[in-house]
């Protein structure tokens, strides 16, 4: 049972490299399902063993047990190997719930921050336009969500590449790209492993927008010539991951320069071939580690659950 819940806590080491092999051999859309569904899975597999595992510990503790009717501790691995494992799980645990508390409460900070520009900003439909000198473009949810760009942004691009880039924006607006990007960011708060899978998300979110906009325009080069001067006239006011425009504005809040511009403009410019097989193989073994952290979980709490049912004086599975 200790041994299933142990190896739960393992899988996510697996993801960062599976990702970066998986995510370009997929479609963006797909690869944005398969990586959030992939994170998910892992991060709450992570979370329900080292919950596993604090409960393996506390009922060894002939007090705790009394408080959970059970007739004796349980005894389900010596106390060499439960002890650290609960000592660890409620180190872990407390990391997992400041790091979530903490992320939640910014990114809402951040998001009553943004709203409140917004609502000052002029407006041409679901366009909301800053005036400030800083170039800075990203979609803002809400109801009703809106495409939120500077006059900095608007001055740096011209005519076609601002409607390539409010297309990208729209883009991400119509796919509810917000609900992804935070499920990434909390699977990342949870164990250090799936910071490079929320990266990945992050990327695939991008690439889905690039798509629907080069769509849109009806023009690749287009679109990839918006982005690459967006991100420059961006690079040009010094604004770089966790800068202050960046700050302005929730983490969940996609924005057009997001993730690596040159990956993303090399995807415009050469699209990559087709490949069904290695795409199937990739979605197969994404989906594949997910289903496995959910079963070897699921059967180590179920394992720790006949083992309650014995140490309270029941038959296993009886009432």
Same mark, same amino acid.
Do not use: K
């Given at each position: 049972?200790?041994?299933?819940l142990?190896?739960?806590?393992?899988?996510?080491?697996?993801?960062?490299?599976?990702?970066?092999?998986?995510?370009?051999? $997929?479609?963006?859309?797909?690869?944005?399902?398969?990586?959030?569904?992939?994170?998910?899975?892992?991060?709450? &597999?992570?979370?329900a063993?080292?919950?596993?595992?604090?409960?393996?510990? /506390?009922? #060894? *503790?002939?007090?705790?047990?009394r408080?959970?009717?059970?007739? +004796?501790?349980?005894?389900?691995?010596?106390? /060499?190997?439960? =002890?650290?494992? %609960?000592?660890?799980?409620?180190?872990?645990?407390?990391?997992?719930?400041?790091?979530?508390?903490?992320s939640?409460?910014?990114?809402?900070?951040?998001?009553?921050?943004?709203?409140?520009?917004?609502?000052?900003?002029?407006? /041409?439909? =679901?366009?909301?336009?800053?005036?400030?000198?800083?170039? =800075?473009?990203?979609?803002?949810? #809400?109801?009703? #969500?809106?495409?939120?760009?500077?006059?900095?942004m608007?001055?740096?691009?011209?005519?076609?590449?601002?409607?390539?880039?409010?297309?990208?924006?729209?883009? +991400?607006?119509?796919?509810?790209? +917000?609900?992804?990007?935070?499920?990434?960011?909390?699977?990342?708060?949870?164990h250090?492993?799936?910071?490079?899978? @929320?990266?990945?998300?992050?990327?695939?979110?991008?690439?889905?927008?690039?798509?629907?906009?080069?769509?849109?325009?009806?023009? @690749?080069? $287009?679109?990839?010539?918006?982005?690459?001067?967006a991100?420059?006239?961006?690079?040009?006011?010094?604004?770089?991951r966790?800068?202050?425009?960046? #700050?302005?504005?929730?983490?969940?809040?996609?924005?057009?320069?997001?993730?690596?511009?040159?990956?993303? *403009? @090399? %995807?415009?410019? +050469?699209p990559?071939?087709?490949?069904?097989l290695?795409?199937?193989?990739?979605?197969c $073994?994404?989906?594949?580690?997910?289903?496995?952290?959910?079963?070897?979980?699921?059967?180590?709490?179920?394992?720790?659950?006949? =083992?309650?049912?014995?140490?309270?004086?029941?038959?296993?599975? &009886?009432?």
């Amino acid at each position: 049972m200790i041994t299933g819940l142990l190896a739960s806590l393992l899988l996510p080491f697996a993801a960062p490299p599976l990702a970066r092999w998986a995510a370009p051999r $997929l479609r963006p859309p797909v690869a944005l399902w398969a990586l959030t569904v992939t994170a998910c899975a892992l991060a709450a &597999g992570w979370l329900a063993a080292l919950g596993g595992l604090l409960l393996t510990g /506390a009922l #060894g *503790v002939s007090a705790l047990a009394r408080l959970g009717h059970l007739i +004796h501790p349980l005894d389900v691995a010596p106390p /060499a190997l439960a =002890d650290p494992a %609960a000592a660890l799980a409620v180190g872990a645990l407390s990391l997992c719930a400041y790091g979530i508390t903490r992320s939640v409460l910014r990114q809402l900070r951040h998001y009553r921050r943004a709203r409140e520009q917004v609502r000052g900003a002029a407006e /041409a439909g =679901d366009l909301s336009i800053l005036d400030r000198p800083d170039p =800075d473009a990203y979609a803002l949810p #809400g109801n009703p #969500g809106r495409v939120v760009v500077t006059s900095g942004m608007l001055r740096a691009l011209d005519g076609p590449e601002r409607e390539a880039l409010l297309a990208h924006e729209r883009a +991400h607006l119509s796919g509810r790209h +917000h609900w992804f990007l935070a499920a990434a960011d909390l699977a990342a708060r949870c164990h250090p492993a799936l910071r490079a899978v @929320r990266d990945a998300i992050a990327l695939a979110a991008e690439r889905v927008a690039d798509e629907a906009a080069a769509a849109a325009t009806g023009d @690749r080069r $287009l679109t990839a010539r918006a982005i690459g001067r967006a991100a420059l006239a961006g690079q040009g006011h010094g604004h770089g991951r966790g800068g202050a425009a960046v #700050g302005a504005r929730p983490a969940f809040a996609a924005r057009a320069v997001g993730g690596p511009v040159p990956q993303r *403009v @090399r %995807a415009l410019l +050469h699209p990559p071939a087709a490949r069904p097989l290695a795409a199937a193989a990739a979605a197969c $073994l994404l989906m594949a580690l997910a289903a496995g952290t959910t079963v070897t979980t699921g059967v180590g709490l179920d394992l720790l659950h006949r =083992d309650v049912e014995v140490a309270q004086g029941e038959a296993p599975g &009886g009432h």
